[in-house]
Each structure stands twice: as C-alpha cells, then as structure tokens.
C-alpha cells in the first residue's frame, strides 16, 4: 500500500523557518518523482516544487524560489522542503504528492506564518 506522512509543519512568525518532512512506504521510491503541493483556505491546491527520481532535478513554484529547497534521502525513503523567510502567504495545508498510475496524497500538514 502507498503511504506518504508529512510531518514538521507548525506556527511561526513572518520570517521564520520550517522543514517539513514526507516519509514514504509501499513503492519503490528511488524511481519516482516526488512533490509538494500546498492549499491555502479558500484557494485551489497549487504545486510548489518537486524533485526528479533520477538525476535529482528539482522545479520551484516562483513564489516560493530562494527561499524553498527540495532534497531526497533515498535511504530513508523522504523528501524534505525546507522552507525559509516564510511569508503569511506561504500559510497552508502542506501535501506530498508521488504519480504512480494515479495521484497519491499524504494527509497533510499545517503551516501557518503569522505577520
């Protein structure tokens, strides 16, 4: 069974730092794409960046460029997003995301930045 767990989010102020975590089960994780979306309240759910199986290349929404870094460890089967200078606007629900035939989804985590 697929099972992604993010973990790490929280409450911190404008300009702070977060790492968030997806550890990830049930695939063979060295061959896959791995990213990270977020929702906001009221908002669609909007890509943030990824990270490639194979040569590690990674994609960043420009919002979030210079501030967010997206990195694998594929010994332990996770994907960090480390995130800093966060904004308010950076406050959302954080999910992991891995295309293996369909789209799977972790349950999300919150970060909230506060002004």
């Known amino acids: 069974e697929v099972q992604l767990v993010e973990s790490g989010g929280g409450l911190v102020q404008a300009g702070g730092s977060l790492r968030l975590s997806c550890a990830a089960s049930?695939?063979?994780?060295?061959?896959?794409?791995i990213g990270w979306f977020r929702q906001a309240p009221g908002k669609e759910r909007e890509g943030v960046s990824c990270i490639s199986s194979s040569d590690g290349s990674t994609y960043y929404a420009d919002s979030v460029k210079g501030r967010f870094t997206i990195s694998r460890d594929n010994a332990k089967k996770t994907v960090y997003l480390q995130m800093v200078s966060l904004k308010p606007e950076d406050t959302a629900v954080y999910y992991c995301?891995?295309?293996?035939?369909?789209?799977?989804w972790g349950q999300g985590t919150q970060v909230t930045v506060s002004s």
């Open positions: 995301n891995v295309f293996l035939f369909r789209a799977y």
């Open positions: 049930g695939f063979t994780f060295d061959d896959y794409a």
